[in-house]
């Protein structure tokens, strides 16, 4: 009933992610807040003069006093696993647009409307579709999630547990393995950086392969002046993306994932699915990702159905745009789930609103 009287005031969107969370106002092109999903502890109980000495720390902070700290990471695989800590998050999230927001909000989160909207949904409409299939890969998960008139269909979505997080794991292990040595203790951020500067995904032809390697740095300069060669494998280290079985897991890759989705789903909306596939989230940007998706699958489609590729560069926060692009239509009133609905129905009403 409160929000329904301000229907000019925005909705605040949350974007919860394994690697980041991104907060702003519905309406707005991106969000107006981006932390690492982080929340750091200080590893000595040191007795202070200073009263508001921290307890925590989150996001960028956090991970650049890594070495006095505890870091933990609220959400593993795209689920929550530390409520205190997701908790934080949130908390900073709202003091960051408390002051654009403070006119829709109660104390404490006390909110008049929440809708929670799966992550892929919110990037297809980004992309100004309804039907199609999302590739969402972050830090922490990977799933290939199809979409029907704005629903997902969850008996059909695949999960594989192979991300960013992983490929930045994999890279390390690989620098090491190779004898290099690092004066400065490894912080996930750096290693972060560096997969995201040199790294790419190979098409699997050898001269695909030495053409694009000219392309990218030899050299990564660490926070401390310090400088790392890299090798020639360790450009190719995303391809566990579409290989995961060279980190063990014997699940299908990328490219099978999205025919496995689709081929689930009623063959009337199959060739829907496979004319507007959209990826989605940091773990596509991948210089090659999309080449190497639309090779394998045009080897793993029948010829005469067409396929289409979305890849927008804007998609790490393509969840977050749908969300705000959701949130402005006319139609979307009725999908809120007010507080009165809350205090009707109690927590059940989220699996009846939300779908």
């Not at 392309?215 to 400088?227: H, I, M, S, T």
């Not at 909306?269 to 998706?293: C, D, H, M, W, Y």
């Not at 639309?294 to 010829?303: D, G, R, S, T, Y």
């Amino acid at each position: 009933q409160y929000y329904f009287q301000f229907p000019q005031v925005p909705a605040v969107i949350f974007d919860n992610g394994s690697g980041l969370c991104k907060a702003g106002l519905s309406g707005e092109t991106g969000p107006r807040c981006v932390i690492n999903s982080v929340v750091g502890h200080p590893k000595f109980n040191i007795p202070s003069a200073r009263t508001n000495r921290k307890r925590y720390f989150v996001g960028e902070e956090a991970q650049r006093k890594y070495d006095t700290l505890y870091l933990h990471y609220p959400i593993e695989r795209g689920l929550v696993t530390r409520w205190d800590d997701m908790e934080k998050l949130w908390k900073y999230l709202f003091e960051e647009t408390r002051e654009k927001t403070a006119e829709i909000m109660f104390e404490k989160f006390g909110v008049p409307a929440l809708y929670l909207s799966n992550h892929a949904v919110g990037a297809l409409y980004a992309s100004a579709c309804v039907t199609g299939l999302v590739v969402d890969s972050g830090d922490g998960v990977t799933c290939t999630v199809p979409i029907y008139e704005g629903y997902a269909l969850p008996h059909a979505i695949t999960k594989l547990h192979v991300a960013g997080r992983d490929i930045t794991e994999h890279l390390i292990r690989l620098l090491l393995a190779r004898g290099c040595t690092f004066p400065c203790i490894l912080n996930k951020a750096v290693m972060d950086d560096l997969k995201e500067k040199v790294c790419f995904v190979t098409l699997e032809q050898e001269r695909d392969v030495h053409k694009r390697e000219q392309e990218f740095p030899r050299q990564y300069k660490l926070p401390d002046g310090n400088v790392i060669h890299i090798g020639d494998h360790l450009f190719h280290v995303p391809d566990v993306l579409f290989a995961p079985d060279r980190l063990g897991i014997h699940d299908p890759g990328l490219s099978k994932m999205v025919c496995s989705s689709i081929m689930k789903c009623d063959m009337d909306i199959q060739k829907n699915l496979f004319a507007e596939i959209v990826l989605s989230g940091g773990s596509t940007l991948f210089p090659g990702l999309e080449e190497r998706l639309m090779k394998e699958l045009e080897m793993l489609v029948p010829i005469g159905i067409p396929i289409n590729i979305t890849a927008s560069p804007d998609r790490c926060f393509f969840a977050w745009i749908g969300a705000s692009i959701m949130t402005c239509v006319s139609t979307f009133k009725q999908m809120w789930i007010t507080s009165e609905d809350f205090k009707e129905f109690g927590k059940f009403v989220v699996q009846r609103k939300c779908f």
